[in-house]
């Protein structure tokens, strides 16, 4: 029987800033329940940024949509503390709506007073360095740029989580590695909890202080690595490239072992 996700309050003291035991997930298919996701146990600490790699079809993303709250889980249970914020690979701007009023319905839909939305919203454009762009309409923006309001938006919900879901994975390779700096800086200045989904196994290795590899569906913790290589780092760094290799040959063998089954 699945067991509620639940969000710690505002009095509970937590040391997570999500808590994931034992947790399966199936769909129904042609040929039955196909199981998705077997036993998953994984915390993630407050402050911490934990990459979830793995091979395409693992059940990486339907993971995160457990831990967002879209969707319950076949088994276990999931708390977070407070409600997190998602930001998935297409920005999903309302393209009617500039990037400040973008921002400011999230700061609308968390209580945050009328009068207050503007400010706060151009204090968010500026933390994602796009001072000067409230009044700029989605058509006029970059891709980069538009992924940076998604961002400013998600972090408008004041969420103690964040859940990226592969969000520069159509960025080209530049503006990623751009975001991947900036991304970095604004964990380090909020104190965010960053649970970043990605099949790159170097962009893990470049944003994350833990790696957790997915097995080929059903999806199981196969390995964690501890990134100890000190921030900033890049992805064409000798640390980076080293455990990116060492990762990827477990990766392959993932790969391997479900092609073989």
Partial sequence: MATAIAKAGPAESVEYAARIEHVSKSFAGPAGQQLVLDDITLDVAPG????????????????????AGLDNP?????????????????????????????IELALKLGGVPKNDRRGRAEELLALVRLQGSYDKRVHELSGGMRQRVALARALAQESRLLLMDEPFAALDAITRDVLHDELTRIWAETGVSVLF?????????????????????PGRIAREWTVEIPQPRRIEDAPVAELSIEITEQLRGEIRRHGQQ
């Fill in 48 to 67: 911490e940024f934990v990459t979830l790699l793995g091979a395409s079809g693992c059940g990486k993303s339907t993971l995160l949509n457990l831990v």
């Fill in 74 to 102: 076949s088994a276990g249970s999931i708390r977070t503390d407070g409600r997190p914020a998602l930001m998935f690979q297409e920005h999903a701007l309302f393209p009617w709506l500039t990037a400040g009023k973008n």
């Fill in 197 to 217: 989904v990605t099949h790159n196994v170097r962009e893990a290795v470049r944003l994350a202080q833990r790696v957790v590899l997915l097995s080929s569906r």
